[in-house]
């Protein structure tokens, strides 16, 4: 049997000629950190591809969350998804706050807005919820809700770079949303990620707060942080931007296969897409069980294909986590928990092949076909 080496994803890089351009002209500045030209024109043009109004770039998406938690000062309790990456939690503990777990609906996957309202107290402060796999979440319920107790949306958008609902950004939803731009998203600056605001006074305090709060050389305003991306990170976005729209398109027509292929089977199902523009970075499948979700994975594994159990388990299933909290009882994530053990994500990237698409079809029927 052919053994062959495919990943969930493969890091689409730019051409090394164009990436080469950008490098000379920072050799010849040696100016490589510290708000440099490529990290300004990188967020000016991020902004206009994206249609939002205030973005910042920074290091990575967990000091976007991180940060996005910081500048309004919150405190006490943190209503948040229990399936996703650990960054979204982590930053919430990072921060001192208590995260509290909302279960999810079981069709998109994403923070169920009844139960956002079940779980509030008066320690609650906001709400940070994530369009998981990039599907955007039930703004108009959560919005209400956060309207009714006075709360802060955060909105976790790692996923959902370029998606739009309406016709318009869902990055400006809720008060602050974050993005990732690590190598396995569909736009990407090696490490990376942005934060986008509405007002210009968050914004500038953000500025402060990316770069140690340091105002002048002579006033330090705050306790910020070094969360600065640099002028080589920016350079391999500017090439990227410049490529994403056809990645995207490509991605797209990989996912429409896979579902065609795959939506035969009726033991498969799928996460119930909001209509949207997508970016199609994730093509995630469910199955009837965990075990033949495992057997699947294996099997899979066996020949040199390597899928994710994105996001399994799920958090509430971690002991630094189950630690946490006694007020609000993880067993009752039954939803999160039943999805995190028969999801599996399948690799999806731009120069995947057609043949390997069958391939991977394939060894799905085998297994489930028996
Ligand atoms: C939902 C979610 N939030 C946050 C992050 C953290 O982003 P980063 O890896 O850029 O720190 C990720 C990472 O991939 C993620 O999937």
Request: glycine content about 6%.
């Amino acid at each position: 049997m052919k053994k062959i080496s495919i990943n969930v994803t493969k890091t689409e890089l730019p051409s090394l000629a164009e990436y080469y351009r950008y490098l000379k002209k920072i050799w010849r500045s040696s100016w490589i950190t510290n708000n440099g030209q490529y990290v300004q024109q990188l967020e000016s043009r991020l902004a206009e591809y994206l249609g939002v109004k205030y973005l910042l770039l920074v290091a990575n998406g967990t000091l976007a969350l991180q940060l996005a938690l910081k500048v309004f000062k919150l405190e006490g309790e943190i209503i948040t998804t229990p399936f996703t990456f650990p960054a979204t939690t982590n930053a919430i503990i990072w921060e001192g706050l208590t995260p509290v777990f909302a279960d999810i609906n079981p069709e998109t996957f994403n923070i169920n807005p009844e139960e956002i309202e079940k779980k509030i107290t008066p320690r609650t402060s906001a709400i940070l919820a994530v369009h998981v796999y990039g599907n955007p979440c039930h703004h108009d319920k959560i919005k209400k809700i956060a309207a009714r107790h006075r709360l802060k949306i955060i909105y976790d958008a790692a996923h959902a770079f370029g998606v739009t609902y309406h016709g318009t950004s869902i990055l400006n939803w809720g008060d602050i949303s974050t993005l990732s731009f690590h190598a396995t998203k569909i736009f990407s600056t090696a490490e990376g990620g942005a934060l986008i605001v509405k007002s210009k006074k968050l914004y500038e305090r953000l500025k402060l707060l990316r770069n140690f709060g340091i105002k002048n050389e002579e006033k330090v305003k705050l306790a910020g942080i070094n969360a600065k991306m640099n002028e080589l990170q920016a350079a391999l976005g500017l090439c990227n931007l410049d490529l994403v729209d056809g990645r995207i398109e490509k991605n797209k027509k990989i996912f429409k296969l896979y579902r065609q292929s795959l939506g035969v089977n009726r033991q498969i199902m799928f996460q119930k897409l909001i209509s949207a523009k997508h970016n199609y970075c994730y093509m995630p499948v469910l199955f009837p069980n965990r075990r033949i979700r495992d057997s699947v994975y294996n099997r899979f594994l066996s020949r040199g294909i390597k899928p994710r159990k994105y996001f399994y388990p799920d958090l509430t299933a971690f002991d630094y986590i189950k630690k946490l909290s006694n007020k609000n009882p993880f067993s009752s994530m039954t939803i999160s928990r039943n999805i995190a053990g028969r999801v599996l994500c399948l690799p999806i990237y731009s120069s995947l092949k057609y043949g390997d698409i069958k391939t991977i079809v394939g060894i799905i029927n085998k297994e489930l076909d028996g």
